[in-house]
């Protein structure tokens, strides 16, 4: 069985074939600058040179159809007839609480996607138009919407709720969603697989740290609460997000500034997090490398981070009443050895052990805590693309 992955943004489409026999990855690629000028293909068959076209593509139907004619391609393709695609599978940013999990498209999916457009004005008009590009291509082939958002819609009222009042939440669906859901909910089937569990005997806290982050509480299999909010903000710094502050920083910065709310938005996404505190960049190893030269503000940025993800930690083993394992994953989480040592060091007191020589290792699977360590540590890099051709099989078959 074939599946197709799709990632879609306004101007990009992304993808990746599954031959979920053995779940590996036939070929993959890009289509950028969708609707703007120099738009390219980039594509690539597993062991094979990349194949580029640089050629207008006006939209998303155009793009999806250059996709398909490279997947069937006689030198650069790994499909004889479409027919060999099963199923496609889309990467959906937000679902708001219209969906608890991943669903087959029909007509009523499509009208809860668009209503779920305020939650992700960037991503899910993207969404959108891939779906009805594939749909218009292949009107037969079943299509499964996957959710950043649906692992964390078993957290419990009391943990997604703002205190604001109310009507907010009831007419503006103003709550904490979450994101990264799909690597947190692979990242722990995973870790308890690893650990020879089953999720539904473990207490995990997930730590998906990359340019932005988030942590999650996972009990007995089930997310109960998440660091990142309405919008992906929220939780620790990030690389330019700011995480958590008091809300009354942003009018306070506002008065100063003049800035407008979309100005503001801005300012809180792309300006700030380790690149605004540091003043050197969003990339954590250029972070790491001014502050070993001696740059305090890097060092700042980075104890913040480190006390940040301890903090939440220390949080979620309260809200779940224990711990069994930490797992981290992303850019950050599987390669930077010096931020797990860091946080698994303050966490000592309630029996993490952390090994460093186990620790030192980047973008492998491993269980890196000291064997007489109370509470497991794993390092489980993470597949969204896979977790979604899973899931579509899951669903459709
Ligand atoms: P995204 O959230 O965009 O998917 P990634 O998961 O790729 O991002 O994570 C990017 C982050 O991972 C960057 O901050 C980068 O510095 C960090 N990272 C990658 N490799 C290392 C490393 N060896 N040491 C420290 N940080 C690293």
């Known amino acids: 069985m074939k599946i197709l992955v799709i990632n879609c943004g306004s101007s990009s489409l992304k993808y990746q ?17 969708i609707g703007i000028e120099g738009s390219n293909l980039t594509h690539r068959k597993t062991g094979a040179e990349p194949f580029t076209l640089t050629t207008p593509i006006k939209d998303h139907k155009v793009a999806m159809k250059l996709v398909l004619d490279a997947l069937t391609d006689a030198n650069h393709g790994v499909l004889k007839s479409l027919d060999e695609i099963s199923g496609a599978g889309h990467r959906i940013v937000s679902g708001g609480d219209y969906f608890k999990e991943a669903v087959l498209v029909n007509d009523e999916v499509m009208d809860a996607l668009r209503k779920c ?4 004005p960037l991503h899910n008009p993207g969404h959108i138009m891939g779906i009805e590009a594939i749909q218009h291509a292949l009107p037969k082939l079943p299509n499964v919407v996957v959710f950043d958002t649906a692992f964390h819609q078993t957290m419990p009222d009391y943990a997604y709720m703002y205190g604001l009042p109310w009507e907010f939440y009831e007419t503006h669906r103003v709550r904490r969603y979450g994101a990264h859901g799909t690597s947190h909910h692979f990242v722990s089937l995973r870790a308890a697989e690893i650990l020879g569990k089953s999720p539904s005997e473990l207490k995990m806290i997930t730590c998906h740290l990359g340019n932005g982050s ?6 007995n299999g089930k997310c109960i609460d ?12 990030m690389g ?14 506002q008065n100063i500034t003049k800035y407008s709310a979309d100005e503001m938005n801005n300012f809180m996404n792309k300006k700030s997090g380790l690149l605004g505190i540091s003043g050197v960049s969003s990339d954590l190893r250029d972070v790491e490398e001014a502050a070993n030269k001696g740059n305090e503000r890097a060092q700042l940025a980075i104890n913040m981070l480190e006390y940040g993800i301890t903090k939440y930690i220390g949080a979620y083993t309260a809200a779940m009443g224990g711990l069994d394992a930490i797992v981290f994953t992303a850019g950050i989480g599987e ?3 010096s931020t797990r040592e860091a946080v698994c060091k303050k966490l000592e007191f309630m029996g993490v052990k952390i090994d460093t020589a186990k620790n ?10 000291a064997d007489d360590s109370k509470v497991k540590v794993l390092v489980v890099p993470t597949n969204e693309e896979l977790m979604i051709a899973r899931e579509t099989k899951r669903v459709a078959f």
């Open 360 to 369: 030192n290792i980047r973008g492998k699977e491993a269980i890196v805590s």
């Open 17 to 33: 074939l599954f031959d979920m026999e053995n779940e590996s990855v036939s070929a993959k690629g890009l289509v950028d600058r």
């Open 335 to 337: 390669n930077s050895a």
């Open 214 to 219: 988030s942590i999650s509480a996972v009990k």
């Open 117 to 120: 457009i305020p939650l992700a």
């Open 226 to 237: 998440t660091s990142m909010g309405l919008t992906p903000l929220a939780g620790v710094i």
């Open 240 to 253: 330019t997000r700011t995480g958590d502050m008091d809300p009354a920083c942003v009018p306070f910065v």
